[in-house]
Nanobody, 119 residues
Framework: VQLVESGGGLVQAGGSLRLSCAAS????????IGWYRQAPGKQRELVAA???????NYADSVKGRFTISRANTANTVYLEMNSLKPEDTAVYYC??????????????WGQGTQVTVSS
């Protein structure tokens, strides 16, 4: 599975961005796609995730501001980010958990996209 993120950039506080994660390869084996972020000097953290059954979960820090969704093709996942804050500044990574081999979960990562929110 290959993952390519896009949509990052520089935005002022209060603004919006939409990130995209395009998956290719063995996409039928994907169980869940998540967005993670890592700020300088901090650990990578889960921001939001969506399962193959369209169940979603969010970090408390982004609830009500971010929305994860899936395109009709199911091979592209979006992260709509509204009311952005400077503390949202980070590199955002797309992650896919797959079961290409039954019973074995394999995790794939994209290359990351920078989101910078200025105050």
């Amino acid at each position: 599975v290959q993952l390519v993120e896009s949509g990052g950039g520089l935005v002022q506080a209060g603004g919006s961005l939409r990130l995209s994660c395009a998956a290719s390869g063995s996409t039928r084996s994907i169980n869940r796609i998540g967005w993670y972020r890592q700020a300088p000097g901090k650990q990578r953290e889960l921001v939001a995730a969506i399962t193959s059954g369209d169940r979603t979960n969010y970090a408390d820090s982004v609830k009500g501001r971010f929305t994860i969704s899936r395109a009709n093709t199911a091979n592209t996942v979006y992260l709509e980010m509204n009311s952005l804050k400077p503390e949202d500044t980070a590199v955002y990574y797309c992650n896919a958990d797959t079961t290409e081999v039954p019973g074995i979960v394999t995790s794939y990562w994209g290359q990351g996209t920078q989101v910078t929110v200025s105050s």
